[in-house]
């Protein structure tokens, strides 16, 4: 996965933001809340991954989830091989955010146990 441009260019903003949000859970719950924000972005991750081939998990949505399977079906070699290249880019950026939801977890509860209860 090479950057573009464009990339580069947003990356000083991306970590400007997330460092704002993890100064500011710390600020309003301390280490705890550095752990919590992990696990909100961990949750989060999973239930992108679990989605990524259509909708999951609805009880209401048994005919959609026919429907997406046909239409998978139906898909050219082509449309088969840019969905798969979709995931496969998709898979890469969650890996990134699954690594800073465990950065954060670990950094979080880690220092919590240390310096509150310890």
Not at 1 to 15: A, E, F, G
Not at 30 to 52: A, P, S, W, Y
Not at 54 to 63: E, K, L, R
Request: glycine fraction near 10%; charged fraction near 15%; charge should be positive.
């Amino acid at each position: 996965m090479r950057m573009t441009m464009i990339d580069w260019i947003l990356l000083p903003v991306l970590v400007a933001v997330l460092a704002g949000v993890a100064v500011g859970a710390f600020l309003l719950a301390g280490f705890i809340g550095l752990g919590v924000l992990g696990l909100i972005i961990g949750v989060m991750t999973q239930r992108i991954e679990l989605e990524k081939d259509g909708a999951v998990s609805n009880y209401m949505a048994t005919s959609l989830y026919a429907q997406q399977i046909k239409m998978q079906e139906t898909m050219t070699r082509a449309e088969r091989a840019e969905r798969r290249e979709e995931t496969r880019v998709l898979l890469k950026y969650l890996f990134v955010a699954k690594v800073v939801s465990a950065g954060f977890v670990i950094l979080g509860f880690g220092l919590f146990f240390m310096y509150q209860l310890g």
